[in-house]
């Protein structure tokens, strides 16, 4: 696991504070609410407690209260095309890659609690410029939230095992319609979750990536995974603590399952997220640099 201290530095022994913060969405990620767990009411694999709280006893993951982010279309970037598309059953997401006729490898992107909103197809267009095929899948059966109390009721909604399907039918989308070379997942908070949630379903894929999302340490779920898994985390948070990352990464070692976990720390939940009161600017564009070097180095160059 890597420490940073002014996101450089590895640093170790800071006392683990209380920080209310949480996700609220952007150009990289959705918000989420107060007092409620990163993830949909309703046991995860692999999940001891059905209300998804970490099994240390430690309080589920914080979220901030608020109205949803702005929903507005961005402009897309030149190069770039991006579309409604159909990829299972009726889920319909939001495909962005580059406007060629390449073969490139391919992104499943997890939104966050409020939905499949403009934020996350502004990510996806960001990922897309950096060569992949990226489809913003949609877990919320079309709908999206306005407040925090839509977000609620639309996050406890979601089934495990339906969520699980979705994602799987994402992957074959990728794989058969848009020949992708490779793909991975990548989700933040609620859609760190979902992503690790894909990983120990006994999907293959080619890499995983989780911002601060719901963990799972179960020894023989961890060994379905034969991918290398990016982890990225902050040490305030005290939904996902250090203990708990700690505890994840001991379990994938002992998995053999190949890890890059980074512990940023003086930053709690949704530290990357610029909407957040504790967005760290430092942090962020160093994690968002690892995770590009990580997607590159696991989806573009072993494809």
């Known amino acids: 696991m890597t420490f940073y201290k002014s996101f ?17 969405n952007n150009q990289l990620q959705a918000g989420e609410s107060p007092n409620e767990t990163d ?8 999940d001891a407690n059905p209300n998804d709280e970490p099994s240390d006893g430690s309080a589920p ?12 279309p961005a402009p897309q970037p030149p190069g770039i095309t991006g579309k409604s598309v159909n990829y299972h059953g009726t889920a319909n997401g939001y495909l962005a890659r580059p406007d060629d006729a390449e073969r490139h490898p391919g992104i499943i992107l997890i939104h966050e ?4 909103n403009e934020n996350m197809k502004l990510t996806a267009d960001k990922l897309a410029n950096e060569g992949y095929i990226v489809l913003a899948v949609d877990l919320y059966n079309g709908k999206s939230a306005a407040n925090a109390d839509e977000a609620r009721v639309l996050v406890s909604a979601v089934r495990p095992d339906e969520a699980v399907a979705n994602l799987k039918g994402a992957k074959a989308f990728l794989k058969e319609t848009e020949n992708a070379t490779k ?3 990548f989700g933040y908070c609620f859609g760190g ?11 293959p894929l080619d890499a995983t990536v989780i911002y601060y ?19 990225v985390f902050g040490e305030l948070d005290t939904s996902i603590p250090v203990s ?3 505890e994840f990464e001991e379990a994938l070692a002992d998995a053999g399952v190949e890890r890059e976990i980074h512990v940023y720390p003086a930053v709690g939940h949704a530290f990357a997220n610029p909407s957040n009161p504790g967005h760290a600017v430092g942090p962020t564009a160093d994690a968002w640099a690892k995770t590009l070097a990580f997607l590159a180095r696991n989806l573009k160059d072993k494809a």
């Open 244 to 246: 708990r990352v700690n």
């Open 39 to 46: 993830g949909p009411r309703g046991p995860q694999t692999g």
């Open 213 to 231: 999302g719901s963990l799972v340490t179960e020894p023989a779920l961890l060994e379905k995974i034969k991918w290398p898994i990016l982890g």
């Open 113 to 116: 609690w409020w939905g499949l």
């Open 183 to 185: 793909v991975g997942s």
């Open 61 to 72: 993951p914080i979220e901030p209260i608020g109205p949803a982010p702005g929903d507005e």
């Open 8 to 24: 450089g530095i590895a640093t170790v022994g800071l006392l683990l504070l209380v920080l209310l913060a949480g996700c609220t």
């Open 193 to 203: 979750g979902q992503s690790m949630q894909l990983a120990v379903s006994g999907e």
